[in-house]
């Protein structure tokens, strides 16, 4: 008996770390250095299709410099951010009914330390389950000393997970509830055989 509740429980531990390990965030795509600042939102869009080969140019959806949101195709209300301060910060994003996902964030520094000119940039991407609301804070970064100048948000029209509202299921909630249902089954077969 003690050998067949090992196994239930076994079944559960498993189905909660798959669950973990499906959780994924943000995608630190790495550190860009450009001889000149990229400037304008649409220069900085125009260089994430280029940079990642994208076949559209991405919408801008806002910036966050300094802690003062400037708007773009959706309203401040729906981001958080600690304010930029040192060279991390902690984001959240909840898009549910503005007709944009979120794709892309490119996180801006100064210039990189010891040259003059050169400017660093971080750009992440959103994983597909984390287009529409961020659940928890996602934390980005960037190297340098002169920390975070801002970052902007990049996404597509949709409403749901994944570009372009796919629907792309939580692969972790799913892995979880599946684990559940099959312990519970397992709990259930040893009980009817009595």
């Not at 798959?18 to 450009?34: K, P, V």
């Not at 960037?142 to 801002?150: A, E, M, P, Q, T």
């Amino acid at each position: 008996m003690f050998v067949k509740w090992r196994i239930g429980y076994l079944a559960v531990l498993v189905a909660g770390g798959l669950a973990t390990q499906a959780q994924a965030h943000l995608i630190d795509e790495g550190l860009i250095t450009l001889d000149d600042p990229l400037g304008s939102p649409s220069d900085e869009a125009s260089f994430i299709q280029t940079h990642e080969g994208l076949s559209t140019t991405p919408t801008y959806l806002g910036k966050n410099d300094s802690g003062n949101f400037d708007e773009g195709e959706v309203s401040s209300s729906h981001f958080t951010a600690t304010t930029p301060s040192g060279t991390s910060s902690d984001l959240t994003w909840d898009l549910t009914g503005t007709g944009f996902v979120l794709n892309w964030v490119l996180v801006k520094d100064g210039a990189e330390a010891g040259t003059q000119g050169d400017q660093l940039y971080r750009l992440y991407s959103v994983s597909s389950d984390e287009t529409l609301t961020s659940g928890s804070p996602q934390t980005i970064t960037i190297d340098g000393d002169k920390g975070i100048s801002h970052f902007s948000f990049f996404g597509s029209e949709g409403e749901g997970p994944g570009p372009g509202g796919t629907g792309v299921p939580d692969g972790g909630t799913t892995a979880m509830l599946m684990g559940a249902s099959l312990a519970g089954i397992s709990v259930l077969r040893k009980y009817i055989r009595k």
